[in-house]
Every structure is written in structure tokens, then in C-alpha cells.
């Protein structure tokens, strides 16, 4: 499980050691899609600890979805709307609510763990 | 074999979700740096055009006191103008100072304006009654009469004429045989003094003078007529200075001939 959390540090690193500089006009689409790709693996991890998980609708998710909001961004600025404010919406009610359903399903699966450990030092003690 | 199949989806879920990670990794990374890049570039240009706005003020600041500078010559050349006018005006006024003092403008004023002729009818006469005592030189008018006349009226002459030649402190009344020469010009009677200056004066001090009852009492017919408008022209001829020199260097003589009116 914490080889997602490596992949996410060595990214991390990668892209700070090596600087991948985009145009200044696009920073605005890069920043939208960033925000669609933590919310796709927000929902993936959210899948994960909902035992729902599938690795193709989080792959096809996440570019979808980086795209689709890069590109709304960029239509919005075509036609002189600030669309990609929008997509920060969505995205941005998307995570907090992705993050609090993985903090519930852990607090849930925390529990469940003391109960268990508990009902095995019962028959201990018994 | 359910438990292997299991176990290897959740393993490749677990490279998707890795492959995921690492891939927004540096998706987020590029778009800090991105970012950091915008607001470098932003303040860059921001420092330009304080940079270039500073350099417009200072160039602004250069042309400001270049126009003050420029005013200031302005008001200097105006100031030196107007001094150099005054000087000028004066200099004309006193120039048509020294033009009048050597009468070389025209003049106008009251005045009297004396007439005298040889005696022809005298001389006639005489000729015919007493030709042995007959002297031609009894009845004609001399040099010395003209001048003597002149100068006894001097003190009230403003302005002085004879037949339209204009006296001056350099004019000669000289004889030449039968005719006057007058500043070097013949004239024949009858010869008419022209006179500008206070009339009464004038004429008590022609009536008194010796030389006008000399002419009377020659029988010269000589008479006097008062004008309250007497026009007197200008000297037209030269001052011509063949020994004098002047003893200060200040002074440029004789002037060029074009400062000469």
C-alpha cells in the first residue's frame, strides 16, 4: 500500500529535480488538470477502502478528466468565460468530499480493527 | 487459483494507482514551477517598466530644467533687447540732437523773413544826374551788409536762410565782383534772409542795428515781412575737416560716411 505513496514522492522529486516548464499561458490549464488528477486518485483511494477499486476507471478517470478540465479551461478562455473557476468548483468539492469519505471509511476501519483485537483478548483472558 | 487471480488485480491496481501518483507528482511540481516562473517573469517585466518609467522621469526631469534653462535665455535676450532698444532710442534721440544743432533738418517756426535789393532806380539816377560822383558800389548789396545784418541778429536766430541756403557755424558770406557767395554758392539779388526765432525780438533788433539804417539811408530797398509759419530746409552741403584731429581715442572721427545722414 505505500508503493502509491512512493510513486507520489518520487514524482515529486522527478519533477523538481528536472523542471518541466510550460508555457505561462497555459499555467492556469495545467493547474485545473492538476486538480482533476488528485481528485481522480482521491476517488481511487476512496474505491480502495470502499473495496470498490478498479485500476482501468482510474487510469481512464484521470486522463479523461485532466484533459476534459484542461480543455474546458482552454474553451473558456475562447469564448471569454472563466470556466476553468468552475472546474475548480467541481474539483474542489469533489476532493473535500472524497477526503472526508476516506476519512470516515478509516476512522470505520479503525474501529473495526479495536473490536476485533478486543473480542481476540476476551477469549485470551477467558 | 480465485485468490492468485485476486491478488494480481490488486497488485496492478496498486502499479495503477503508483503510476497515477507519480505522474500528478509532476504534474504538480511543473505547475509550481510554472507558477514561480509566472511571477519571476511577471516581476521582471514589473522591474522593466519601473525600470524604464524611472528612466522616463529622469530623461522628463532633464528636459524640465532644459526648458527652464531655455526660458531663462529667453528672458535674458528679452532683457538685453528691451535694454538695447532703450539704448537705441536713445542713441536716435540724441543723434537727432546733434542733427539739429548742426542744422541739418528741416525747421519750422514763426519768424521774419527779410528782403533786400540792389538800388537800380538809385544807381540810374545817379548815374544820369551826377555821373562824375556816380559810384556803382553805393547801390548794390555787399557781403559784409548780409553779414553784418546776421550777426546783429544773431542772438535771436533759431534758424537762418538766404535764398533757401541754410547758415551754419561753418558758412561763409563771401564776395566774389558783383556776386554773394553763400557756403560756396553765387547768389544774385534780390537776396531774401529767412529767420526763425522770437519776431518782436527780431524786429527791434533789426530796426536798431546800424547796418539796416545804413541800407535805408543808401536808399537799398530792404523790408521785412512777419510769418507765423516759416519753414527752413537743412543744410545740404559737407563738413569737410582737413587739419583738426581728436584728442580723445573714445571718439571715432570723422564717423563713416554711412552713420553721416
Not at chain 1, 6 to 23: A, D, K, R
Not at chain 2, 139 to 165: F, M, P, Q, W
Amino acid at each position: 500500500m505505500w508503493l502509491p505513496l512512493l510513486g507520489l514522492i518520487v514524482g515529486l522529486l522527478l519533477g523538481s529535480i528536472f523542471t518541466f516548464n510550460i508555457p505561462i499561458e497555459y499555467a492556469n490549464y495545467l493547474a485545473v488538470a492538476v486538480l482533476a488528477g488528485l481528485d481522480s486518485l482521491l476517488g481511487g483511494w476512496n474505491a480502495i477502502f470502499k473495496r470498490d477499486f478498479d485500476g482501468m476507471t482510474l487510469i481512464t478517470g484521470f486522463f479523461v478528466n485532466t484533459l476534459l478540465a484542461a480543455g474546458l479551461a482552454a474553451l473558456g478562455d475562447m469564448i471569454g468565460i472563466d470556466l476553468y473557476l468552475a472546474a475548480v468548483v467541481a474539483f474542489g468539492i469533489r476532493i473535500f468530499h472524497n477526503i472526508s469519505s476516506i476519512r470516515h471509511e478509516l476512522i470505520a476501519l479503525n474501529r473495526k480493527r479495536k473490536g476485533k483485537r478486543q473480542s481476540h483478548g476476551g477469549i485470551d483472558q477467558s | 487459483m480465485a485468490d492468485k487471480k485476486r491478488k494480481s488485480i490488486k497488485q496492478r491496481n496498486i502499479l495503477f494507482l503508483s503510476l497515477i501518483s507519480f505522474i500528478l507528482g509532476v504534474m504538480i511540481m511543473t505547475s509550481i514551477h510554472t507558477n514561480h516562473s509566472a511571477i519571476a517573469a511577471t516581476e521582471s517585466k514589473t522591474r522593466e517598466v519601473v525600470d524604464y518609467i524611472e528612466t522616463l522621469e529622469a530623461e522628463v526631469g532633464a528636459l524640465e530644467a532644459e526648458i527652464n534653462a531655455t526660458r531663462e535665455q529667453i528672458k535674458a535676450l528679452e532683457s538685453s533687447q528691451a535694454q538695447e532698444e532703450t539704448q537705441l532710442s536713445y542713441l536716435n534721440s540724441l543723434a537727432g540732437g546733434l542733427s539739429v544743432r548742426a542744422r541739418l533738418t528741416d525747421m519750422e517756426g514763426p519768424g521774419i523773413v527779410i528782403t533786400l535789393d540792389d538800388n537800380a532806380v538809385g544807381a540810374a539816377l545817379a548815374q544820369k544826374n551826377n555821373p562824375s560822383t556816380y559810384r556803382a558800389e553805393n547801390y548794390i548789396v555787399h557781403d559784409k551788409d548780409l553779414l553784418y545784418l546776421i550777426r546783429a541778429l544773431s542772438h535771436a536766430t533759431e534758424a537762418c536762410s538766404i535764398n533757401g541756403l541754410r547758415l551754419t557755424d561753418a558758412s561763409s558770406i563771401r564776395c566774389a565782383g558783383t556776386i554773394i557767395l553763400i557756403n560756396s554758392a553765387r547768389l544774385a539779388p534780390p537776396y531774401k534772409i529767412s529767420i526763425i526765432g522770437d519776431q518782436k525780438e527780431l524786429v527791434s533788433a533789426l530796426t536798431s542795428c546800424g547796418t539796416y539804417l545804413s541800407l535805408v539811408y543808401r536808399g537799398i530797398p530792404v523790408e521785412y515781412v512777419k510769418q507765423d509759419k516759416l519753414i527752413i530746409k537743412a543744410y545740404a552741403g559737407a563738413y569737410s575737416t582737413n587739419y583738426v584731429q581728436v584728442t580723445d581715442d573714445r571718439i571715432n572721427f570723422p564717423p563713416p560716411d554711412d552713420l553721416l545722414p
